[in-house]
């Protein structure tokens, strides 16, 4: 008895401790910011000439010295005469996000995944604004987007798990998603607390079903 009472506060504590930094995740940056803090290597994603390049590689040398506005401005003009290039667009849209400037990120990352519908990194913020302005059902598409592109992108999996999880109460599907991120994240432990609560809540669900259909 002392045992499965030990069981349950532990579970309980691990449940308690998911929700905290469930929510401390929900107000970092986009996921897809965290995993790849420097955006130098999104490739622009389509022919240009050496002129478009040279302007392409000096505003992503604005970008990693932090000169921010400089490198907005620079890409606004690159995307002006090259409206094809995704990376230009989706360092352009990292931009604006992280200036909280979200209309214009939207537009930004729309444009860079239909430039580029392989375009990974874009679907992902594209999809975690989406979230933002609570456009759940969009930001679905999107992150399945994501996952069409690489089945084995952790953060996708780990983002749409949040959101069936928090967002969209479909707990099954934020399950299986909580799972695959298990098995590609290099931190389980966290994600094992989730996958805890879920499964707490899922056999609360079916306890209560089977009571109610008992004569």
Not at 108 to 128: G, V, Y
Not at 199 to 211: G, I, K, M, W, Y
Request: hydrophobic share 40%; glycine share 2%; with cysteine.
């Amino acid at each position: 008895m002392y045992r499965c009472t030990d069981t349950r506060r532990s579970r309980a504590w691990l449940a308690t401790t998911a929700l905290v930094l469930m929510l401390a995740l929900q107000a970092c940056a986009p996921g897809p910011a965290r995993r790849a803090p420097s955006v130098a290597s999104t490739t622009p994603s389509a022919p240009i000439n050496d002129d478009a390049r040279a302007q392409y590689a000096a505003a992503l040398s604005l970008i990693d010295n932090g000169q921010a506005e400089d490198a907005k401005a620079a890409l606004h003009a690159l995307v002006a005469q090259h409206p094809r290039l995704s990376g230009a667009w989706t360092n352009l849209g990292i931009l604006q996000a992280r200036a909280d400037d979200t209309p214009a990120a939207l537009i930004s990352f729309t444009q860079a995944c239909q430039s580029n519908p392989e375009n990974l990194i874009a679907w992902n913020w594209r999809a975690s604004l989406l979230r933002q302005q609570r456009r759940y059902l969009e930001a679905e598409q999107a992150y399945l987007a994501a996952l069409r592109i690489d089945e084995a992108d952790a953060s996708s999996h780990r983002n749409l798990a949040l959101l069936y999880d928090l967002n969209l109460g479909r707990t099954q599907d934020a399950l299986d998603h909580y799972r695959r991120y298990q098995q590609l994240s290099d931190n389980p432990l966290i994600v094992q607390a989730w996958i805890h609560r879920l499964e707490d809540q899922l056999q609360s669900t079916q306890t209560r079903v089977a009571e109610q259909s008992t004569p």
